[in-house]
């Protein structure tokens, strides 16, 4: 592919991880465990839509074909779309959502610390303003999980299921893909390889002080990046998309 198309879709795979892991939080509004984290949940979801819209409103001005952030985030199909699988992943109890939380968080900040030097100006300034918000969701994210590890017997346990289940998805998050080495290589991604050790020097960090256990499975699931996910991705987008595709061309 052509260097604006490689740009195009590295705004994807930028802006699919948090739209997808921003729809998961969603379905929490109103049944978080208690009022203060239900609304801290839901207002992490809003933060990473409001990236979502900085990189398709991007995407979709490199792309120049009339379209806007909304066709690009509603009228794709799921093999179209480019998130990691871990953000796939159902909120099966408050353990596993702050287990997801907290290994996408970590990953995310190191992300945006690396992209705040871009060459591509627009991808900087995008990461330079979503920083201070996701710094927020890294101490959020992180603080639960030693709270439920290093809790009661039942928090403890909880949480190590969360972790052994959500485990396997999260080395994927730093497998470098061949668009992202092309990105690094042109200066305007980042380098996942910089990033790996970082991001899992900082997970072990975080569990060992929450008293788990960290699995000794070194094999992770991967294909989001590619277009290739898990059965939950169809369910999601069939809630995501429905209002655009039932009611085509919609205004408000």
Request: hydrophobic share 40%.
């Given at each position: 592919?052509n260097?604006?198309?490689?740009?195009y879709?590295?705004?994807?795979l930028?802006?699919?991880?948090p739209?997808?892991?921003?729809?998961r939080?969603?379905?929490l509004?109103g049944?978080g465990p208690?009022?203060?984290t239900?609304?801290?949940?839901?207002?992490i979801?809003?933060?990473?839509?409001g990236?979502?819209?900085?990189?398709f409103?991007?995407?979709a001005?490199v792309?120049?074909?009339g379209k806007?952030?909304?066709d690009?985030?509603?009228l794709?199909l799921a093999?179209?779309h480019?998130n990691v699988?871990?953000?796939e992943?159902?909120n099966?109890?408050?353990?596993h959502?702050?287990?997801?939380?907290?290994?996408f968080d970590?990953f995310?900040?190191l992300l945006?610390e690396?992209?705040?030097?871009s060459k591509?100006?627009q991808i900087?300034?995008?990461?330079?303003?979503?920083?201070?918000e996701?710094?927020?969701?890294t101490r959020?994210?992180?603080e639960?999980?030693?709270?439920l590890g290093?809790?009661?017997?039942?928090?403890?346990r909880?949480?190590q299921d969360a972790?052994d289940?959500?485990?396997p998805?999260a080395?994927?998050?730093v497998q470098e893909?061949?668009?992202e080495?092309?990105?690094?290589?042109q200066?305007?991604g980042?380098?996942?390889e910089?990033i790996?050790?970082l991001?899992w020097e900082?997970?072990?960090?975080?569990?060992r002080?929450a008293?788990?256990?960290?699995?000794?499975?070194?094999?992770f699931q991967?294909g989001?990046?590619?277009?290739?996910?898990t059965?939950?991705?169809?369910?999601?987008?069939?809630?995501?998309?429905?209002?655009?595709?039932?009611?085509?061309?919609?205004?408000?």
């Amino acid at each position: 592919m052509n260097d604006q198309q490689a740009l195009y879709q590295y705004l994807l795979l930028l802006g699919d991880s948090p739209m997808i892991l921003g729809h998961r939080l969603s379905e929490l509004c109103g049944h978080g465990p208690s009022l203060e984290t239900d609304i801290a949940l839901t207002n992490i979801s809003l933060d990473l839509f409001g990236q979502v819209r900085n990189y398709f409103q991007y995407a979709a001005k490199v792309q120049a074909e009339g379209k806007s952030e909304d066709d690009i985030a509603f009228l794709r199909l799921a093999h179209e779309h480019r998130n990691v699988l871990l953000t796939e992943q159902p909120n099966t109890d408050f353990a596993h959502v702050i287990g997801r939380q907290m290994f996408f968080d970590t990953f995310h900040q190191l992300l945006l610390e690396a992209l705040r030097d871009s060459k591509d100006e627009q991808i900087a300034a995008i990461a330079h303003k979503s920083l201070k918000e996701v710094k927020y969701h890294t101490r959020f994210s992180s603080e639960w999980v030693k709270r439920l590890g290093d809790g009661t017997a039942e928090s403890h346990r909880r949480m190590q299921d969360a972790l052994d289940h959500l485990w396997p998805y999260a080395g994927e998050l730093v497998q470098e893909s061949p668009l992202e080495k092309q990105m690094k290589q042109q200066g305007i991604g980042a380098d996942l390889e910089q990033i790996r050790p970082l991001y899992w020097e900082r997970v072990n960090a975080i569990l060992r002080e929450a008293t788990l256990e960290v699995p000794e499975n070194s094999w992770f699931q991967a294909g989001g990046k590619k277009g290739i996910h898990t059965e939950h991705l169809g369910y999601i987008l069939s809630d995501l998309q429905y209002m655009q595709r039932a009611y085509p061309n919609m205004s408000w």
